[in-house]
């Protein structure tokens, strides 16, 4: 063989390796109907197995059945990693997104849920994520002209995932060690009654550290609240970026830019 052959020998590996970027960022980023299915199909995986994540602490009775479906999800979740890295333009700008890491952590529990169990309830996390992500936003919500439904759903995921989060550190911590918590259940009731300050009293956390948690948990959850209100009720904005100062969001009947004052063309929303 000669040494021209030798050099020419990696190239078809590299132009193959290529070819396999350019169809992920096809299907992770481009807007054919195609691409458009692809993500929405991982998305609705993603939804079921956020809801596998909810119902982990009642499905673990079920014995060596969770943890094939905890392994079928860890390969899921490392091939959609892998993929969205791929198809990313720099890995290192990905690696540097918390949402990667909350990711990566969360397949972590998974390979390992043996030594992580006591981690588990963060798995929940996936949920933030995701509805947090602009892959699910290109995805679902690329209908969306005006930011209100994107903006209320990131608040309400946020509270949700706050919610789940809470009640299954509770329920990891406290289960057999609290005569009030028995089950998910009431580890649940607890976490509500507590975030909304209700304090019916008939749970209640042992020792200094059991009050910190709810301290906690009422504060986050009243802001929480208060955000998701804010969402709701503030003045509805449409996303239309001012052509000089780059202005995202302004009123829908808005005819000059809040912050540069140039005049705008916003189009109604019917047409």
């Given at each position: 063989m000669s040494r021209t052959q030798s050099a020419q020998k990696p190239v078809p590996d590299k132009a193959e390796g290529l070819r396999l970027r350019a169809r992920l960022r096809y299907l992770y980023h481009g807007s054919s109907p195609l691409a458009v299915r692809f993500r929405l199909a991982v998305i609705a995986i993603d939804f079921v197995i956020i809801g596998f994540f909810l119902a982990a602490p009642i499905l673990k009775e079920a014995g060596w059945a969770f943890y094939v479906i905890d392994y079928a999800i860890a390969f899921f979740l490392a091939a959609d990693l892998a993929g969205r890295a791929y198809a990313h333009t720099d890995i290192r700008d990905w690696l540097k997104k918390p949402a990667t890491w909350i990711d990566l952590f969360v397949l972590a529990t998974l390979l390992a849920p043996a030594f992580l169990s006591n981690f588990g309830?963060?798995?929940?996390?996936?949920?933030?994520?995701?509805?947090?992500?602009?892959?699910?936003?290109?995805?679902?919500?690329?209908?969306?002209?005006?930011?209100?439904?994107?903006?209320?759903?990131?608040?309400?995921?946020?509270?949700?995932?706050?919610?789940?989060v809470v009640t299954g550190f509770?329920?990891?911590?406290?289960?057999?060690?609290?005569?009030?918590?028995?089950?998910?259940?009431?580890?649940?009731?607890?976490?509500?009654?507590?975030?909304?300050?209700?304090?019916?009293?008939?749970?209640?956390?042992?020792?200094?550290?059991?009050?910190?948690?709810?301290?906690?948990?009422?504060?986050?959850?009243?802001?929480?609240?208060?955000?998701?209100a804010q969402t709701i009720f503030k003045p509805h904005k449409v996303r239309f970026p001012c052509p000089t100062c780059g202005l995202q969001k302004h009123d829908p009947d808005a005819v000059h830019c809040k912050a540069c004052g140039v005049v705008l063309c916003i189009p109604d929303e019917g047409a």
């Open positions: 309830f963060l798995r929940l996390l996936r949920l933030w994520t995701l509805l947090n992500s602009d892959f699910f936003w290109r995805t679902v919500g690329r209908r969306y002209d005006d930011t209100r439904v994107e903006e209320i759903t990131r608040a309400l995921a946020s509270l949700v995932t706050f919610i789940f509770v329920y990891a911590s406290f289960l057999g060690s609290h005569p009030g918590i028995k089950g998910y259940l009431d580890a649940l009731y607890f976490t509500v009654a507590t975030l909304t300050t209700t304090g019916f009293g008939d749970i209640t956390l042992p020792g200094a550290w059991g009050r910190v948690l709810s301290i906690v948990v009422m504060l986050t959850g009243i802001t929480l609240f208060l955000r998701l």
